[in-house]
């Protein structure tokens, strides 16, 4: 009675060694195949990502630009380290490089502005550029009617110079 029992409790915790070691197979079985479609995952979203930004297909390009893009998202945006360690979708990331490019050129427009208020007027074709040449001009114009009307209305006009 004391051996039989003894012999069921032995087979019980080979059965539990056996279930465990099943139950711990699959598991890992599951991690490498969850490992496996990570990787497929992000390869395709690496494609995607060199596809919706052509310029990051230059490795030194893209190096530099995402350092730059990493700062703004942490900076500007908020994000934390591991947020952006664990960012894979190419979508969110062509947001993000989008919104750094956009502000990045946004901080630069003052200063374009600023330049084209300290550059010099353009003068319009056919106008005079001083307050001399169009005095001269109103008489020379004056003058013209004067001697076309040949009237007192035009001649005071070409004295008084209108």
Same mark, same amino acid.
């Given at each position: 009675? &004391?051996?039989?029992?003894?012999?069921?409790?032995?087979?019980?915790?080979?059965?539990?060694?056996?279930?465990? +070691?099943?139950?711990?197979?699959? +598991?890992?079985?599951?991690?490498?195949?969850?490992?496996?479609?990570?990787?497929?995952?992000?390869?395709?979203?690496?494609?995607?990502?060199?596809?919706?930004?052509? %310029?990051?297909?230059?490795? %030194?390009?893209?190096?530099?630009?995402?350092?730059?893009?990493?700062?703004?998202?942490?900076?500007?945006?908020?994000?934390?380290?591991?947020?952006?360690?664990?960012?894979?979708?190419?979508?969110?990331?062509?947001? &993000?490089?989008?919104?750094?490019?956009?502000?990045?050129?946004?901080?630069?427009?003052? +200063?374009?502005?600023?330049?084209?208020?300290?550059?010099?007027?353009?003068?319009?074709?056919?106008?005079?550029?001083?307050?001399?040449?169009?005095?001269?001009?109103?008489?020379?114009? +004056?003058?013209?009617?004067?001697?076309?009307?040949?009237?007192? %209305?035009?001649?005071?006009?070409?004295?008084?110079?209108?």
């Amino acid at each position: 009675d &004391l051996f039989l029992a003894k012999t069921e409790w032995d087979q019980y915790k080979e059965q539990q060694k056996t279930v465990e +070691a099943e139950r711990q197979r699959v +598991a890992q079985e599951q991690m490498h195949d969850h490992q496996r479609n990570l990787e497929k995952h992000l390869q395709h979203q690496r494609a995607d990502m060199l596809q919706r930004i052509p %310029d990051w297909q230059n490795d %030194d390009i893209r190096e530099n630009e995402r350092q730059e893009v990493i700062k703004y998202a942490q900076r500007r945006i908020g994000f934390s380290e591991e947020e952006i360690a664990n960012a894979s979708d190419a979508r969110a990331i062509e947001l &993000l490089y989008k919104a750094w490019k956009w502000d990045s050129l946004q901080s630069k427009k003052p +200063a374009a502005k600023k330049r084209t208020r300290q550059a010099p007027k353009m003068a319009k074709a056919g106008r005079p550029k001083t307050k001399r040449e169009v005095a001269t001009r109103s008489q020379r114009e +004056a003058r013209k009617r004067f001697e076309s009307a040949g009237t007192v %209305d035009a001649a005071v006009n070409y004295l008084m110079g209108r």
